[in-house]
């Protein structure tokens, strides 16, 4: 079957300032490199000036019309 490889994407980025730590930490593990960003969240900016200039972590945007946070 060949060589496998597993994908993991980490969610909600812009959630909360947790979820920003917690991401950030396992980019600089070298455990994730897939990310999506929810636009929506209240620290998004702060999930943005992290991933400014980031050439090695892939990016997307996690759908999302609201969330239940202030």
């Known amino acids: 079957m ?3 490889q597993l994908i993991a994407r980490a ?3 812009g ?3 947790s ?3 917690a991401i950030e ?3 600089g593990a070298g455990v ?3 990310v999506s960003v929810m636009a929506c969240g209240p620290f ?3 999930a943005a000036e992290m991933l400014a200039g980031r050439k090695d972590v892939c990016f997307g945007m996690h759908t999302t019309l609201n969330a ?3």
């Open 2 to 4: 060949g060589n496998k």
């Open 11 to 13: 969610d909600d980025l």
């Open 15 to 17: 959630s909360s300032m």
């Open 19 to 21: 979820a920003n730590r």
């Open 25 to 27: 930490r396992v980019i």
């Open 32 to 34: 994730i490199r897939n």
């Open 44 to 46: 998004v900016e702060a």
């Open 68 to 70: 239940e946070w202030d």
